[in-house]
Every structure is written in C-alpha cells, then in structure tokens.
C-alpha cells in the first residue's frame, strides 16, 4: 500500500485515523483536535521478523487492550511489505569417511613377474644342463639385448651417443672368448672392443667425443664384461653346478631382502639412491643367502664344506646389494624407472641383470679360492 491511499501525506510524527476534514459539531462528539494527534505515540520501529514472533515490552498495554477488544495487534506498514524467508544455516558436509588402512604393495604385476620368472629359469636351466653351448648362446643374447637397452637409454635421456654395433659384438665375442680360451681371452676380448669403440666413433662429428666413448669402454666393461665371469665358470668340470649355485644364491638373496623389507622393513638402508631398500632387507639377504650357500657348497660343489657355502653366501648378498644399488644410481641419474619394458613384471634384461653381474667375478672368485677351477 501507497501513501496516496491515504489521501494527504501526514507529519512524519504522525500515526492516527485518516484526515478526514474538520468533525461536525453536535452531540455526536466534540471537534477532533490536533493537539491529541500530537499526543498520539509514533509507530514503533519493529526489526523485520516473520508474523507471531514480534516481541516489544513498551506495547505489551496495546496487546493487552487490542486481544479485549478486537482481533491481535497487527502492523499495517510491516504487512504490506513482502517478507524475507529467514535465513538457513548452510548445509554442512558430512565428515570423511575414514581411509581405509592400505596395504603394502609390491609395486609390481606380481603374477607378470613370476610367470616371466619361471619360463627364464626354466630355459636357463635346460641350456645349462643340457647342451652348455646352448647356455653361452643364451648368455651372448642377453649382453646384446642389456647393451642395447642401457645405450637407449644413455642416447634418450643424456644425448650419448656410445656407438651399439661395436659395443655388441665385441660384447658377444667376449662371452665366447671367456668361454673358449679363459680369462686371457676375455680381457683381449675387452682390450679390442674399447678400442673398436674408439676407432667407430671417430666416423662422426668430433662434438662429444669424449663423452661416448667414455660411456661405449663403461657400458663394455659394466655388461659384457663381468657376465663373461659366468662362461669362465661354466668351463669347470662340474660348471653347470658352480652356475646353478651363483644364480639360486643371488636369487635367493633378492627373494630374503625383498620378504624381510616388505614385511618388516622400517629403516632405510640408501634413501637417496633406493627408497625401497632397508637395513631389514639387508640382513634379510644374507640371512637366506647364507643358509642357501651353506647347502649349495655341502650338496653341489664337488669338494665344497658347508663353511665355506656361509662365506660365499655372505658375499653374494653384499654384491648382490651394490649391484640391485649401482644401477639404482645409474637409473636415478638418467630420471628413469626401468631400463626397458621387455619382461612384464620385471622391466627390461638389464633390470634382471643388475644384481647378477657384479656378482659373478665374485662367486668365480672364491669358487677357484675354495675348490680350484675344476
């Protein structure tokens, strides 16, 4: 409602009937007089508050005399106003429900890694029992396929160029020379494959020529070089026992580190290097690798005492250790996560390689200590 409905506007202090002109004078009542309109108390101010809930002590007489009679006391202005809903409190959001507790994982497809595992172990052991030719074969293919992987790798994420074809011929001839002329033909094998990595780079722009063929005489020496260890124990009389032994102990002390850390593994052995690797894990593998050699020099190794198998099963877990560390490096270095994707569940050859390769000038080592070269 418009003040024009009520005809003229009144005073500001005004609240009353309507201006209705002058009252006739008669017996109906005196004249209506301005002065009581003066008297008249203004409307009160009332905050806007929805119907039923308007309470103010200074009106509790007007209530009182309104509800004798007439209907409540209602405000004519408040009324025709439209009213605001009362606000709500915002909805709040139900609490989180609480994580569940997750469980150690792996990191890998587990199932991959053991059905992978299984079908190398078992070519390696048919090549190794049954024609050793066919083992060096095996070996040769190996090299090649680890050289090719670390070579990609060192090309992709540091722009080195260590020349491949030098690197994996000279690298299989190497395992063949161990094989057939020993010791003396492996380090020629070496001699000649640096050099063949030197003279083939020369074919090329002088731009980074020291810094591939550096990497071409490492990558000869990392992978070739120490897997021809494994051909030079293969030559012993009873050679497929002394590989058998290097590989169950290495592969035992991978196993034992791998449970021991994963299920009670909490101090870290290298964190900048491995975060995975802890101390627990460590002793670990030389706890299996130990108990395992102790059985393998007792029951395999023709001569061999269960003392001795405790000694060479604690020095495989420490190089087994340095090896699964040094390419960990290698790999941080490069900001990768595995070599290749070749074997699921693995990564590539040279993932598989790591811990195997330091290992064997080790064990050839103290197998020819212990029990001669056979």
């Known amino acids: 409602m418009n003040d024009s409905s009520w ?66 006391f209602r405000d004519p202005i408040r009324d025709e106003m439209p ?21 150690k994982s792996a990191g890998r497809d587990l199932g991959a890694a053991i059905g992978v595992g299984v079908g190398l172990g078992a070519v390696i052991i048919a090549s190794l029992f049954i024609v050793k030719a066919v083992f060096i074969g095996v070996i040769a293919v190996a090299v090649v396929v680890g050289l090719w992987e670390l070579t990609s790798r060192l090309e992709e994420r540091k722009q080195i160029r260590a020349p491949l074809v030098p690197l994996a011929v000279g690298g299989a001839a190497m395992v063949v020379a161990g094989y057939v002329r ?63 032994t290097f590989l169950v102990l290495t592969v035992v002390s991978d196993t034992g580190a791998y449970a021991v850390g994963w299920r009670f593994g909490k101090h870290k052995l290298a964190p900048r290097i491995s975060p995975g690797k802890t101390r627990e894990g460590l002793v670990g593998a030389v706890t299996f690798a130990m108990a395992a ?57 040279m993932d598989r390689l790591d811990s195997l390769l330091p290992t064997a000038p080790v064990v050839w080592l103290l197998l020819t200590l212990f029990v001669g070269q056979g």
């Open 7 to 72: 005809g003229a506007p009144p005073r500001a202090d005004y609240w009353g009937p309507p201006d209705q002109g002058p009252a006739p004078a008669g017996p109906a009542g005196p004249a209506y007089d301005g002065h009581d309109a003066q008297q008249t108390r203004p409307m009160p101010i009332v905050p806007d508050v929805p119907d039923g809930s308007y309470q103010d002590d200074h009106d509790d007489h007007d209530r009182g005399a309104a509800s004798l009679s007439g209907p409540p």
């Open 83 to 103: 009213q605001e809903p009362m606000p709500t409190a915002a909805p709040q959001p139900a609490p989180p429900a609480p994580a569940a507790p997750q469980k």
């Open 182 to 244: 020993g010791a003396e033909g492996a380090w020629v094998a070496m001699a000649l494959t640096a050099l063949a990595v030197l003279v083939w780079r020369m074919t090329e722009p002088p731009e980074g020529y020291l810094k591939d063929v550096t990497a071409g005489v490492f990558a000869a020496f990392y992978v070739p070089f120490l897997a021809t260890f494994v051909a030079l124990l293969l030559t012993a009389d009873d050679g497929p026992q002394r590989v058998l």
């Open 293 to 349: 050699g102790a059985l393998c020099m007792q029951f395999l190794i023709d001569g061999g005492s269960w003392w001795q198998g405790l000694v060479l099963g604690f020095a495989v877990a420490a190089s087994a250790t340095l090896g699964d560390l040094g390419e960990s490096m290698i790999k941080r270095d490069l900001g990768i996560k595995d070599m290749g994707t070749l074997l699921p569940g693995h990564g590539g050859i």
